[in-house]
Each structure stands twice: as C-alpha cells, then as structure tokens.
C-alpha cells in the first residue's frame, strides 16, 4: 500500500489540527496502521496506533489529546491532534504493517512497520 499524508500545518499551543493519510494500492483492512513522529535530533517515535478489530494504542505522551481513526470505505487513516504543545513539533508519518503478519509485539515501535509516508509538518509555536 502507497501512503500519502496531508494537514500539517503551523498553529499555536492549544491549538487543533486534523492529519490524514490517503493509501492506494491496497485495502488499509489489510493492515496494521500507526502515525509516528520524528523531532528534529530526535529519533522516530509512536503516537498511535489502530488494528483490524479498532483497538488504539496511544503514547502516553498523547493520551486524551490525540485521537487515531480510519474510514476504511475512503482508505484514509486521521489523527486528531487537540491542545497542541510545542513539544508536538514533528515531521509526523503514517505506516503500515501487513495484517497477514503477526501483531507487532510493541505497536507503537516504528521497526514492525514496513510502508511509509513521505511525511507532513506539523509546527507548535508558543
């Protein structure tokens, strides 16, 4: 599956912003899907992730704030971001992990994902 991401942006501490990530090729019903997130100097992290059965995992970093959902129908996965700080400052990316393979043992470690995004921006300024 080919993944796009979109809805970056700039906005200030508190503030919301909703990304999405379009895929071709394939049936995101098929798959493990996340949204991850890279710093500047800082390596790749988890934010959340969604299975086949709808179950969320969520970094604690994020939790009552950030929101992960995917309309299978649009083969789009969301994430919601509410009360951004700036420490949400990232390049944010979506994944996919084939369902045919085993769950990954940690979801939210980036190494069990094997298709990637190109990225989108997002920047909290205070």
């Known amino acids: 599956v080919q993944l796009v991401e979109s809805g970056g942006g700039s906005v200030q501490s508190g503030g919301s912003l909703r990304l999405s990530c379009a895929g071709s090729?394939?049936?995101?019903?098929?798959?493990?899907m996340g949204w991850f997130r890279q710093a500047a100097g800082k390596e790749r992290e988890g934010v959340a992730t969604?299975?086949?059965?709808?179950?969320?995992t969520y970094a604690d970093s994020v939790k009552g704030r950030f929101t992960i959902s995917q309309d299978n129908a649009k083969n789009t996965l969301y994430l919601q971001m509410n009360s951004l700080v700036p420490e949400d400052t990232a390049m944010y990316y979506c994944?996919?992990?084939?369902?045919?393979?085993?769950?990954?043992?940690?979801?939210?470690?980036?190494?069990?994902?094997?298709?990637w995004g190109q990225g989108t921006q997002v920047t909290v300024s205070s």
């Open positions: 994944a996919a992990r084939p369902a045919s393979y085993s769950a990954p043992p940690t979801r939210l470690s980036p190494l069990y994902y094997s298709n």
């Open positions: 090729g394939d049936n995101y019903s098929r798959y493990y």
């Open positions: 969604i299975d086949r059965a709808g179950t969320t």
